[in-house]
């Protein structure tokens, strides 16, 4: 159980087009999901929050209207990079929470790699 | 300020133990957790302490200390797919984790 999904696994654009990134929660609900940039031999960087129904907390220095975030349903968060440039090329992960279980833990997708080119 | 401290790479060798330290400020503590990366990969949950003591799972431990703000991961012996990157994230008051930067462990035969 606890499987998060994301699409797509990686992606080239061209500079200045938008690209939009899908989790998924398949197995369970999650009322939060997580949005992460992780560079090269970095740690995780969180960039938002995001609540089903409600608008998604970014954490400081992150432009919300550079990375816009949905989470329409429990299942879905969205995450979309606008005019994309080469220094947005990065790793993007999302998690998200299971509140049925005990610990709290947050479950990782497998990853998006994007490629600005 | 919140912060979490451990070291950036340690190597060990096949079949021996390595003991991965990690020292925590947050406000507020719900728990810590230790997330194993590998290249390329988004991490995977390996534990979760929020009570002083050891846990144990197998080849792995973490071992939790609230009042030195201290945790570490007790790996035993250790295979080459055990070289990842180690990551300690302390869960806040607002249940929001606070993440390391990892430990790369090399594991050598």
């Known amino acids: 159980g606890a499987v998060v999904s994301q699409h797509p696994s990686w992606v080239i654009c061209k500079s200045g087009t938008s690209v939009k990134i899908e989790c998924r929660s398949l197995?369970?609900?999650?009322?939060?999901m997580f949005w992460y940039r992780q560079f090269p031999k970095q740690s995780l960087m969180l960039m938002a929050t995001?609540?089903?129904?409600?608008?998604?907390?970014?954490e400081q220095g992150v432009e919300k209207d550079k990375f816009l975030i949905n989470h329409a349903s429990l299942t879905l968060s969205t995450l979309t990079v606008t005019s994309a440039h080469p220094e947005d090329s990065s790793f993007y992960i999302c998690?998200?929470?299971?509140?049925?279980?005990?610990?709290?833990?947050?479950?990782f997708g497998p990853g998006t790699r994007l490629t600005v080119l | 300020g919140q912060n979490i401290d451990q070291p950036t790479e340690m190597t060990a060798t096949e079949g021996a133990i390595v003991q991965i330290n990690c020292t925590y400020q947050?406000?507020?503590?719900?728990?810590l957790f230790w997330y194993q990366q590998h290249a390329g990969e988004a991490p995977t949950f390996l534990s979760y302490?929020?009570l002083d003591g050891l846990e144990e799972k197998g080849r792995f431990s973490s071992f939790l200390s609230r009042s030195k703000g201290y945790s570490y991961l007790l790996l035993k012996e250790l295979q080459m797919k055990d070289s990842a990157s180690y990551l300690c994230?302390?869960?806040?008051?607002?249940?929001?984790?606070?993440w390391g930067a990892g430990t790369k462990l090399i594991i050598k035969p």
């Open positions: 947050t406000s507020g503590f719900n728990g």
């Open positions: 998690s998200a929470r299971d509140i049925q279980r005990e610990y709290n833990e947050q479950f």
């Open positions: 995001s609540n089903e129904g409600s608008k998604a907390t970014y």
């Open positions: 994230a302390g869960m806040d008051s607002n249940y929001q984790l606070i």
């Open positions: 302490n929020v």
């Open positions: 197995d369970f609900q999650a009322t939060t």
